[in-house]
């Protein structure tokens, strides 16, 4: 019976200690899980927060952006409406000029002084417009350059050294900041 007893108490024994190994390994178990549990709403709620910091943030840029897109637009319309406002005021002077010399042409005969009066406004003209970024285009002895220069004639028989070159300027040609805005019509040497 000994035997017998002995196997009752070490199969108590073993029956005993797997109990209290379960009930352990459940707790760790438990522990873990509720830990790991823990942790991953802890990331859930930091990547939540990352993501509405991100949509702000994308929000603020598209708003920006919208707002510099209105303000470009309007300013750019500002500009085609009021942009030549600088160079028709610089040119106002030229016109009252020119206004008081069609008044005192009447009262004079002498085409000289005409004459004088129509050169002085003339280069108190180009004067305003060189302000303005305004250049003739020269063409006196120059090679031709179709970048500047657009042929309306071609004058044979001028010899070898004036092959090529501007002849005669039928229109003057000009430039708006090194920009042609009207090409120089020419006559060139064949």
Known sequence: MEEKDINIEESETLNEAPVEETEEKNETETETSTETEFEEA?????????????NDKYLRSVAEFDNYRKRTL???AELILNGGEKVITAILPVVDDMERAIDNGTKTD?????????ELIYHKLMKVLESQGVSIIKTEEEDFDTDVHEAVAMVPGMGDDKKGKVIDCLQKGYKLNDKV??????????
């Open 181 to 190: 805005i009207r090409h120089a019509k020419v006559a060139v040497g064949q």
């Open 110 to 118: 002498d085409p000289q002084v005409l004459r004088e009066g129509m």
């Open 74 to 76: 309007k300013e750019r």
């Open 42 to 54: 802890e990331e859930i709620s930091k990547l939540q927060s990352q993501i509405a910091i991100l």
